[in-house]
């Protein structure tokens, strides 16, 4: 999967698990921050990788969304289960799976054969 749209996955599943409005989301692998913002909500995702211009955005039932990446060259399956998901990138044709624990996502991409790492930033909710 590319590092983009792994990204992208991995900031909705964050949000969706958390709770959180987030503008960016910490790459730990390449330690660097993505801005990425927009709304996500458990019937719609629309979402927009400001450093591609671009969005990731579709529909689901709050468990399973079906979701295009604009700026690659497939869809995103992404189903959700709790803290947990799965899915299926067919720009890459390769399975993933994932955890979100508060608002840090370990992802491991299939394709790449290894895990990737992601934080959403911390909040000052009192």
Same mark, same amino acid.
């Given at each position: 999967?590319?590092?983009?749209?792994?990204?992208?996955?991995?900031?909705?599943?964050?949000?969706?698990?958390?709770?959180?409005?987030?503008?960016?989301?910490?790459?730990?692998?390449?330690?660097?921050?993505?801005?990425?913002?927009?709304?996500?909500?458990?019937?719609?995702?629309?979402?927009? +990788?400001?450093?591609?211009?671009?969005? =990731?955005? %579709?529909?689901?039932?709050?468990?399973?969304?079906? @979701?295009? $990446?604009? &700026?690659?060259?497939?869809?995103?399956?992404?189903?959700?289960?709790?803290?947990?998901?799965?899915?299926? +990138?067919?720009?890459?044709?390769?399975? =993933?799976? %994932?955890?979100?624990?508060?608002?840090?996502?370990? @992802?491991? $991409?299939? &394709?790449?054969?290894?895990?990737?790492?992601?934080?959403?930033?911390?909040?000052?909710?009192?």
């Amino acid at each position: 999967m590319e590092a983009h749209t792994r990204a992208c996955v991995a900031y909705v599943a964050a949000r969706l698990v958390s709770g959180q409005d987030a503008s960016e989301i910490f790459d730990q692998s390449s330690a660097t921050s993505m801005r990425i913002s927009g709304t996500v909500q458990a019937d719609r995702i629309d979402v927009l +990788d400001h450093q591609r211009g671009c969005q =990731f955005a %579709g529909s689901g039932d709050g468990k399973t969304f079906d @979701l295009v $990446d604009h &700026g690659s060259a497939g869809g995103v399956e992404l189903t959700m289960y709790g803290n947990r998901f799965e899915g299926f +990138d067919a720009g890459s044709q390769s399975h =993933f799976f %994932g955890e979100v624990h508060h608002t840090a996502v370990s @992802l491991f $991409d299939v &394709g790449d054969s290894g895990y990737f790492h992601y934080s959403l930033p911390a909040t000052n909710d009192k």
